[in-house]
């Protein structure tokens, strides 16, 4: 991907110690590359972005690669992030995915707003 990959990171100071569980965020960047920029001729870009939302923090991973499309991925990697989210936080921890006009994908995690605690 040499010279074919852009990134951006676009996260508040107060947020940097936000607890996650292990290998969340590494898990969607991995996706974003192999999935979504990787297959795209030209690379792309990724940006992981965090914000509070109410009670919450989201975290975003959003690649401008090629969008959803028949991988044969087996998606092991995002079931493992739904299962640790409802293991640690119940209906309050979720993984959801969108589409990205005119190609890519978010995948954004939202979880409890706890501040330096461990995940």
Do not use: M
């Amino acid at each position: 991907l040499s010279g074919r990959l852009q990134t951006r990171l676009d996260v508040p100071e107060d947020l940097l110690d936000c607890p996650l569980p292990p290998l969340t965020l590494a898990t969607l960047v991995e996706n974003a590359v192999k999935h979504g920029i990787a297959p795209a001729p030209d690379g792309g870009s990724i940006e992981v972005q965090a914000r509070r939302v109410g009670d919450a923090v989201e975290v975003g991973v959003t690649d401008t690669g090629v969008g959803f499309t028949d991988s044969k991925g087996s998606r092991i990697g995002l079931a493992n992030i739904r299962v640790r989210l409802d293991a640690l936080y119940g209906k309050a921890g979720t993984l959801t995915l969108r589409a990205v006009d005119p190609h890519g994908v978010q995948a954004t995690i939202r979880v409890p707003w706890i501040r330096g605690s461990p995940a």
